[in-house]
C-alpha cells in the first residue's frame, strides 16, 4: 500500500520568498506522484505531476517539483511567492496500475503574508 | 462548462437522519468517486465507480452507500447520519480505467454538519 507524509500542516512565507511545501511517499512499486492546488471554496485543482518521465516537473503558476526517489520525496517549489498562491496543497499518489485511485497527504496550508 | 456539479452545498442534519448527495459530471468520464475531507487528514476515497455500471469501496465506506446512476450521475447517501460525518465531502470524474493520467476533476465540495 501507498502512503503519503506533508511535513507542516502550515507554512508561511513572505510575498517574493521561495515556497518549499514537502512531500515524502512510500510505495512498493514506482509511483506516480501529483501535487494538487486548493483555493477557499474550491475544490481540487491539479498543479503538476510525476509519471516517470522528467524528474523534474513544471507545473502552473511557475510551480515546479522534483523527484528524487533516493529520498522518496517529491517537494514542491516556487522561486517567488504570490499573494494568489494562498491555498492549501496536497501531494498524492498512486500506483501505475491502479488507474486514477489516488491516496492524498494531510494537506499544507500555505501563507503568504505582504 | 460546468464540469462537475454536487449539491447541495451545504447541508445540516440530526443524528439518525438520511440524505442523498447528488453529483454530476459532463465531461464523458467513466471514472467518478467520493471523497471526503477532514482537517489535517487530506481526502480520504470512500467509493469509486470505475466504469458505468460498477461501484467499490475506498478506504472508508462504512456508513454509506452510492448509486451510479448513468454514466454521468453518482449518488452518495447517509442512510443514518452520525457525527463523525460531519465533514466536507468532494465528488471527482476522470476519464479511466485505463487511462491513468493521474487527473481527477472535483467538484466545489458539500459541506454537511450532523447534529
Known amino acids: 500500500a501507498q502512503s503519503v507524509t506533508q511535513l507542516g500542516s502550515h507554512v508561511s512565507v513572505s510575498e517574493g520568498a521561495l515556497v518549499l511545501l514537502r512531500c515524502n511517499y512510500s510505495s512498493s512499486v514506482p509511483p506516480y506522484l501529483f501535487w494538487y492546488v486548493q483555493y477557499p471554496n474550491q475544490g481540487l485543482q491539479l498543479l503538476l505531476k510525476?509519471?516517470?518521465?522528467?524528474?523534474l516537473v513544471k507545473g502552473i503558476n511557475d510551480f515546479e517539483a522534483e523527484f528524487k526517489k533516493s529520498e522518496t520525496s517529491f517537494h514542491l517549489t516556487k522561486p517567488s511567492a504570490h499573494m494568489s498562491d494562498a491555498a492549501e496543497y496536497f501531494c498524492a499518489v498512486s500506483i501505475n496500475n491502479a488507474g486514477n485511485m489516488l491516496t492524498f497527504g494531510g494537506g499544507t496550508r500555505l501563507m503568504v503574508k505582504p | 462548462n460546468a464540469g462537475v456539479t454536487q449539491t447541495p452545498k451545504f447541508q445540516v442534519l440530526k443524528t439518525g437522519q438520511s440524505m442523498t448527495l447528488q453529483c454530476a459530471q459532463d465531461m464523458n468520464h467513466n471514472s467518478m468517486y467520493w471523497y471526503r475531507q477532514d482537517p489535517g487528514m487530506g481526502l480520504r476515497l470512500i467509493y469509486y465507480?470505475?466504469?458505468?455500471?460498477?461501484?467499490d469501496k475506498g478506504e472508508v465506506p462504512n456508513g454509506y452507500n452510492v448509486s451510479r446512476l448513468n454514466k454521468r450521475e453518482f449518488s452518495l447517501r447517509l442512510e443514518s447520519a452520525a457525527p463523525s460525518q460531519t465533514s466536507v465531502y468532494f465528488c471527482?470524474?476522470?476519464?479511466?480505467?485505463?487511462?491513468?493520467?493521474?487527473?481527477?476533476?472535483f467538484g466545489e465540495g458539500s459541506r454537511l454538519t450532523v447534529l
Open positions: 471527482a470524474s476522470s476519464e479511466g480505467p485505463g487511462v491513468n493520467t493521474g487527473e481527477l476533476f
Open positions: 510525476y509519471t516517470s518521465a522528467a524528474t
Open positions: 465507480s470505475a466504469s458505468e455500471g460498477t461501484t
